[in-house]
């Protein structure tokens, strides 16, 4: 049996939407529509591994969820010709982490930064779900056995555990799956697409920093539903150094904010770093700036509107999620039917 190329990703309503998840991971998704089967969800169940106050609580949690939504179809994504929906909604999801929790193994998870920079000194406090992450997310991508995962940078040693669970999956089933007709393993192996021209924003007060949900001050993103003065205000504001820009690449090396604001420019305009820089070499940053606001104010004020018009309409964003949702699960649940059959649990499917 061939495995079919799908795509599937999602993003966290934790709030504070920002402009690295929009150039990191939902322009590519939108990209990946014409060439692809796309399913891109709302990982709600993600956002809940954080402190409380983090996501917000049950109110904060569903509206966030339906600014993520309107984010995507603000952006671009059809929801009719491709699949957006809410994790929540879908109960593979927890069926197959639950599996993949016995097969993934504690030294693989023991090494995942993201949980040690997430949990930093309060290890003992974070959440068993946060140290369970990476094994719930490769449950979302395989629930689907999906092929292709679009996603930033700091998602990479995410999706290198989930082709190590998938090929472990495999390898310990191998004689059930292939009865059942799966001679070539079951799971595909996913593969990261890190690929355009902003995979890691930096943050505005710290080149050396991701551009975050979670960075306790607002001014070091610029969210998707800035206004156009807020924009203005947090680039005017933006950390840089002394020197004026260079003419070439080269020259930005140990320069993180200068070349985090080169890339946000160059992403924007559709250009290159060196286009970017041949025509901002030796200005000094007031100027660099107020160009960088307009661009950013073109991109986002727009979507933002969408967005807003958007989530007037509370039921009908429910009513694509939950659309969404029945589409998801015609796919997931034959596969878990199959999953279950291959690691022996008994079933009247
Ligand atoms: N700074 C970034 N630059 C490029 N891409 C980014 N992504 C996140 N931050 C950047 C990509 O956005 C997608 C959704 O991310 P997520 O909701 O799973 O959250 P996250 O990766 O944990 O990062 P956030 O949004 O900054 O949240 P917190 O503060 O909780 O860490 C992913 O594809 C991600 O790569």
């Avoid at 710290?206 to 607002?218: H, L, R, V």
Wanted: some cysteine; proline content about 5%; charged content about 25%.
């Amino acid at each position: 049996m061939t495995i079919k190329e799908r795509v599937f990703s999602g993003v966290q309503p934790t709030g504070n939407l920002h402009l690295g998840n929009y150039l990191g991971a939902i322009t590519r998704f939108v990209a990946l529509q014409d060439s692809h089967d796309c399913i891109y969800c709302v990982v709600d169940m993600h956002a809940i591994t954080q402190a409380v106050s983090v996501w917000g609580g049950p109110e904060g949690l569903a509206q966030n969820t339906r600014e993520v939504t309107a984010a995507f179809i603000a952006a671009g994504i059809d929801p009719e010709r491709h699949i957006v929906f809410n994790q929540s909604q879908v109960s593979a999801h927890a069926e197959l982490a639950w599996i993949f929790n016995c097969v993934a193994r504690m030294g693989w998870l023991n090494r995942m930064t993201q949980f040690k920079e997430k949990a930093g000194k309060h290890r003992e406090n974070a959440s068993v779900g946060l140290y369970d992450y990476p094994v719930l997310m490769a449950a979302d991508i395989l629930a689907y056995r999906a092929t292709h995962v679009p996603v930033g940078e700091d998602q990479k040693q995410h999706l290198e555990l989930s082709r190590d669970i998938a090929q472990k999956f495999n390898t310990d089933f191998a004689a059930s799956a292939a009865e059942a007709g799966y001679e070539d393993g079951f799971f595909p192996l996913p593969e990261p697409l890190i690929t355009g021209p902003a995979t890691r924003v930096m943050s505005l007060r710290d080149g050396t920093k991701k551009m975050s949900k979670s960075d306790p001050s607002d001014m070091s993103r610029i969210k998707m539903t800035d206004d156009a003065d807020t924009i203005a205000k947090k680039i005017r504001k933006a950390k840089t150094d002394p020197e004026p820009l260079p003419s070439e690449a080269d020259g930005l090396e140990g320069r993180p904010e200068a070349k985090n604001l080169i890339g946000i420019y160059a992403a924007l305009a559709g250009q290159s770093e060196d286009e970017a820089l041949s025509q901002f070499g030796g200005s000094q940053f007031s100027d660099f700036k107020k160009a960088l606001a307009e661009v950013t104010v073109e991109l986002v004020a727009p979507v933002a509107a969408e967005m807003r018009r958007l989530l007037d309409d509370p039921a009908e964003i429910d009513r694509v999620l939950a659309s969404g949702a029945d589409r998801a699960r015609a796919i997931a649940e034959p596969i878990m039917v199959d999953v279950k059959k291959i690691v022996g649990f008994i079933s009247s499917k």
